[in-house]
């Protein structure tokens, strides 16, 4: 998922220092919050939890923020919104299959600003399963490289379920089975290697390989579908090759 994977993560990288920081910071602490109602405040005993805060800290979400949602989702604070996760699926232009996650307290205005992001820039909606069934659940750990090999990476995960490393120019990418994706995590940090984020992302079983133009053009839909408040990540089955990214990054 080269292409992809390499996208987002760049992509990443720019949201935390552009107008879009506000945005993002928002959707870490839904993430924490919701996690924290889930499986209780305690990071310790509740992995998913964990891994939200992790994020935040990363992404550079200030410790208050991020305890206070802690307090909202498991209970010690009133003020807690009832979120609920809801999944939609479409197609964007080229045929691209895309799979749209939303956090919400409002299902009504999920849907209409899912379904205006899409037509707006060329996507259709699907029914529930005509898209999902190309994707597969896994277990996504980005490291930064600061002087690592991919052996080192890969010495330290292997025992632990990691299924593939991949390069991503300046970190490489862990997958694993959903499952195995806290053993993973809990061995690079059993050996000392520092991680981004530990996420359960959703990666397409077959890919679409975009032109620029398709690449532009799903690139357009889902930074229109991520400008929502209410949807927490989007998934989708292109691949771009470097070349193409690089004309598009000028």
């Known amino acids: 998922m080269s292409g992809h994977s390499k996208w987002a993560t760049t992509k990443h990288k720019k949201a935390v220092i552009d ?40 992404s550079s979400v200030p410790n208050d923020n991020i305890d206070r949602a802690v307090k909202r989702g498991s209970g010690a604070e009133a003020g807690g919104a009832d979120y609920q996760s809801i999944m939609y699926e479409g197609y964007g232009p080229n045929g691209v299959a895309v799979l749209i996650e939303c956090l919400t307290d409002n299902r009504n205005r999920a849907a209409s600003e899912v379904r205006v992001a899409m037509t707006r820039n060329g996507g259709s909606m699907a029914d529930p399963g005509s898209v999902s069934y190309m994707f597969a659940r896994k277990g996504v750990v980005i490291v930064p490289k600061n002087g690592l090999s991919e052996d080192d990476v890969l010495t330290a995960v292997l025992d632990a379920g990691a299924e593939e490393v991949n390069d991503l120019d300046d970190a490489f990418e862990v997958v694993s089975e959903a499952a195995d994706l806290v053993a ?7 050996a000392g290697i520092d991680y981004d984020s530990a996420d359960a992302n959703f990666m397409p079983s077959v890919q679409v390989e975009l032109d620029e133009d398709g690449a532009r ?29 690089e004309k598009i990054d000028a």
């Open 184 to 190: 993973v995590r809990t061995a690079l940090q059993d």
């Open 19 to 58: 107008a879009k920081r506000g945005k993002l910071f928002a959707k870490l602490i839904k993430n924490v919050e919701v996690a924290a109602r889930t499986g209780g405040g305690d990071p310790e005993g509740n992995p998913t939890l964990y891994d939200a805060i992790q994020k935040a800290k990363k």
């Open 217 to 245: 053009k799903i690139f357009r839909l889902v930074d229109a579908l991520e400008d929502s408040d209410d949807v927490q990540n989007v998934w989708a089955n292109f691949d771009v090759s470097d070349e193409i990214m």
